[in-house]
Every structure is written in structure tokens, then in C-alpha cells.
């Protein structure tokens, strides 16, 4: 006993130190183990929400393709085919050719006054084919890919809300499909109820155009580049502004105040009906930035329109100059050309490689309210 007691005494110090380290060490390891399990927890919880974050985008980008697709193989290629009918059928040149063919045939059949005013009216009308070809093509193109990115982008939304566990979209689709179906076939009002009005628009711009030109005055690349440009901006200044719209959509869906493609008051978050659909298409083709991409696009397609003619009937002809009278013709054949089916369709594939056209629409897209 006695020496167990001289033994405290003369290790206590040393007996109170180890015993500190090894409780010190034992809380250490406690407070390490909890730590490592609160860090297992945060990377599972990271791991998940990185899980849910690709699985948002691979949806987002299958619904996205989905419509694209739609768009690429049926609506955009039947709205094309049945707007190239719509143009070929009002603007119909074969009735104004007959005729002159048949009286230079048969020299007594048309006096020079009738023979002036057929060529002055085939003169008019093939102006007016090709520069409403050239806006009709390239509207519709752009309003196509307006739809789907308007489409595209509330999908993602209703993607990403239903990942996330949100109450508000469950066992509902945001866009129903049947309004995602009727907002994709509006395209088809142009075809159906815009033509005419816009056939009688375009004759009075290009009339106004071609004042003063005669069927002797000789036309090389350029002076039919900026005849054709003159007649797009005289129809596009004509009226009050965006009054072209009308052309592209009833005037029933009224957009509640005028934005712009950066700006534009994001569809509220409840399900989405045909009228807001078309309230936020007019909004965007209101809106300036779309002004700006119309106007580059038209440039375009034009500048491409006029290089394949070039091309197609002879360079030095069309670069040094031919009389009026014979350029008709090769104007009247050249379009066709830009109803082309999209496999074939370089004017389509010109405006979708404009830099501005992409800009604007990836912006358009990524306009994301947040969840």
C-alpha cells in the first residue's frame, strides 16, 4: 500500500498528462468521425443534386430535339410547300406570259398599247413574286424557330420543376400537348389568311419601287439588289410599326405590353394556354432585337438569291447589265428556288448560320425565370 501510494505520488503529473492526451485523442476521433460523416452526407447530397442537374439537361434536350425535330420535318417544310402554293397561285405569271407569247405569234391579236400594259403588269408582278418570296421565306423561318424556343424553353421549366419535387406542375404538363400542336400549325396563317393583304402590300411598295424604271433600262447584279431591297423596306415602313405582323398571326392574341426578346415578362408558372403562347410570340416579334434579325436576314437571303442567279444564268449578263424585259424571266424562275425543301434550302441554311440569328435565339432560350 505504501508503495503504491509513493508510486501516485511520484507519477501523478505524469499519470494526469497521459491520461489528457488519450481523453484528447479519444474526442478528437469522436469530433473526426462526425465530421466525416456530416462530409459522406454533403457529397451524397452534391453527388444527387449533380444527378438531378444532368438529368434536367438530357430531358431539357430530348424535349428541345423532340420539337425541333417536328418543326424540321413537318411544320416548317408543309408550311413552306403550302405558302409557295399560296404565292404561285396570287401571283400567277403564266396567264401574262400566254399572252404575250400568243401575241408575238399572231402580231394582230394585241395592239402596242395592250403589249405595253402586259409587260408593265409582268414587270410589277415579277417584283413583287420575288421580294414577297424572299420576306415570306425568311418570316416564316424566323417564326418557326420563335415557336420552338418558346416551346423549348417552357419545357425546360416544367423539366426542371418536376425534378425538383415542385407541387405545382405534378402529373401536368405546363404547354398542353393539344396547344403545343395548334401554336406549332399557326404558322399556316400566313399561308391561309395573310396572303392576300400581303400580296396587295407588296405590289404598292414595289410599284411605288419600279416608278420611272423602263423595260429598255438595263439591270445588272446590283441595281436589281437594291430594287428588290427598296420594295422590302418601302412594305416594311409602310403603316404603323410591326403592322407587317398581322401578316404572320390574328390579331386576336395581343401581347399585354410590348417587350423585347431580353425582356419579355416570363409566361406565368401556372399551365400555359394557346392565347399566352401567341401573346409571347407577338412580344418577341414586336420586340426591336427580332427588327434587327429580320433586317440582317433579309439582307441575307437576298445577297444569296441574287449570287445563285449570278451564277445560274451567267455572271458576265447579269454583271454588266440586261435590259428590264429580259430579266423578267429569270426572276420569275429564281422563286421557286427559295421553297426548296430544307435538305436543298441554302436560304434557310443562311439564316440560321447568321451569328445575330443564333445570338438572338440562344438568348430567347436561355430567358429562364427562376424556379
Not at 338 to 353: A, V
Request: some cysteine; proline content about 4%; hydrophobic content about 45%.
Amino acid at each position: 500500500m505504501f508503495s503504491l501510494r509513493n508510486f501516485w505520488r511520484r507519477h501523478r503529473r505524469k499519470i494526469f498528462v497521459t491520461a489528457g492526451v488519450f481523453g484528447s485523442g479519444y474526442l478528437l476521433y469522436k469530433l473526426y468521425g462526425a465530421y466525416k460523416r456530416r462530409l459522406d452526407v454533403l457529397e451524397g447530397e452534391l453527388t444527387l443534386q449533380r444527378e438531378n442537374e444532368e438529368l434536367i439537361k438530357a430531358q431539357m434536350q430530348a424535349h428541345f430535339e423532340n420539337i425541333q425535330m417536328i418543326s424540321d420535318t413537318i411544320t416548317l417544310p408543309h408550311a413552306m410547300h403550302y405558302l409557295s402554293c399560296r404565292i404561285a397561285e396570287d401571283l400567277d405569271l403564266s396567264q401574262l406570259l400566254e399572252r404575250l407569247i400568243q401575241g408575238k405569234g399572231q402580231p394582230n391579236t394585241l395592239t402596242s398599247s395592250e403589249k405595253l400594259e402586259l409587260w408593265d403588269r409582268l414587270k410589277i408582278l415579277s417584283f413583287t413574286r420575288m421580294a414577297l418570296s424572299v420576306w415570306a421565306t425568311t418570316m416564316l423561318s424566323l417564326y418557326v424557330k420563335v415557336q420552338v424556343n418558346i416551346l423549348g424553353r417552357l419545357l425546360y421549366i416544367d423539366t426542371a420543376r418536376s425534378l425538383g419535387g415542385s407541387n405545382l406542375m405534378e402529373n401536368r404538363d405546363i404547354v398542353d400537348r393539344e396547344d403545343q400542336q395548334k401554336f406549332l400549325g399557326s404558322v399556316d396563317f400566313l399561308s391561309q389568311y395573310g396572303i392576300p393583304s400581303l400580296v396587295f402590300g407588296m405590289e404598292l411598295a414595289t410599284k411605288e419601287a419600279l416608278k420611272g424604271k423602263q423595260l429598255r433600262d438595263f439591270f445588272n447584279s446590283k441595281a436589281l439588289h437594291e430594287t428588290i431591297m427598296q420594295i422590302l423596306n418601302t412594305f416594311m415602313s409602310r403603316g404603323s410599326p410591326h403592322s407587317w405582323v398581322k401578316y404572320m398571326m390574328p390579331e386576336a392574341f395581343e401581347s399585354p405590353k410590348t417587350a423585347s426578346s431580353s425582356s419579355v415578362d416570363p409566361i406565368p408558372s401556372d399551365t400555359i394556354g394557346l392565347d399566352q403562347l401567341m401573346a409571347e410570340a407577338r412580344a418577341v416579334l414586336t420586340s426591336a432585337e427580332f427588327g434587327n434579325v429580320v433586317e440582317i436576314s433579309l439582307k441575307a437571303v437576298l445577297d444569296a438569291l441574287i449570287e445563285l442567279m449570278v451564277t445560274k444564268f451567267g455572271g458576265g449578263n447579269l454583271t454588266s447589265g440586261v435590259p428590264l424585259a429580259k430579266l423578267l424571266p429569270q426572276i420569275a424562275h429564281m422563286c421557286p428556288l427559295l421553297f426548296e425543301e430544307l435538305s436543298k434550302n441554302q436560304f434557310i441554311q443562311t439564316i440560321r448560320n447568321l451569328p445575330e440569328v443564333e445570338i438572338f435565339f440562344t438568348l430567347l432560350y436561355a430567358n429562364v425565370p427562376s424556379a
